[in-house]
């Protein structure tokens, strides 16, 4: 019994540690202001567990599927989309009045966030982020503490998502498919500790149509629209349990 106790112990320690290293009501209960620093993304949509497709290397059958069409493609870009869930985001959770989000000029226009240390690997990746946001690395110890001085906001916000495409039915990549979606968020205090850390992983509920692996992209950014809707939701139903 005694062994016992000694194993059960330390996993019964560790789920209180992540208990109350994933808990967000103490963090978002108070009202002070966050800053979303980041929103950024895979740069190039593709298939859940596949590496990147390439257009020039299709079959004749997707490029004859292709040609249909200006709206068909076999990649997608996020450049697009990261912009449409920084807005989402922005929208639902001032919705919500569950998070409380900084003025978004306050941040991107300071000093702090102009010369903070970029995501090296963000950049080399290709990834996607909106427009006037930069890849700040969150591991930059300096950056908090500058931002808490300047303008006075003690807690950052960064956000990472993660686009692929699923079929739901339907072989190959033939039938109809689903964007899938991943949506980590974490929140770092003013020293630069992890205050939060929560990711959502869901699927569309709605699929569009895919035939040798080609699609409508106006189709897919329907989709993903959507999905990124309910992850916030998902995100801020979480956030009030």
């Known amino acids: ?86 807005k989402i985001i922005r929208d639902k959770f001032s919705f919500s009045q569950q998070v409380n989000l900084a003025e978004k000029e306050t941040v991107l226009f300071s000093q702090a966030y102009r010369t903070a240390a970029l995501n090296k690997n963000q950049v080399y990746n290709k990834d996607s982020k909106p427009e006037a946001y930069g890849f700040i690395d969150y591991r930059d110890k300096n950056f908090p503490p500058a931002l808490a001085s300047e303008t006075g906001i003690q807690r950052s916000m960064f956000v990472e998502f993660k686009f692929t495409t699923v079929i739901a039915r339907g072989m190959g990549k033939n039938g109809n498919f689903r ?52 992850a916030c939701d998902e995100f801020l139903y979480r956030l009030s349990r």
């Open 1 to 86: 019994m005694k062994k016992a106790g000694l194993v059960l112990f330390p996993a019964f320690l560790l789920c209180m540690v992540a208990g109350c290293a994933s808990s967000g009501k103490a963090v978002f209960a108070q009202r002070e202001p966050i800053a979303l620093v980041s929103v950024v993304s895979n740069g190039d949509i593709n298939w859940k567990g596949e590496a990147s497709t390439k257009p020039n290397a299709a079959s004749p059958l997707s490029n004859r599927a292709l040609r249909s069409g200006e709206d068909m493609a076999l990649v997608t870009s996020a450049d697009e989309l990261i912009n449409t869930a920084e």
């Open 179 to 230: 964007a899938d979606v991943e949506m980590k968020v974490f929140v770092l205090d003013a020293g630069g500790k992890t205050l939060y850390s929560k990711t959502v992983s869901l699927k569309s509920q709605d699929t569009i149509k895919v035939s040798y692996g080609v699609y409508s992209q106006t189709g897919l950014m329907g989709l993903f629209e959507s999905a990124i809707d309910d």
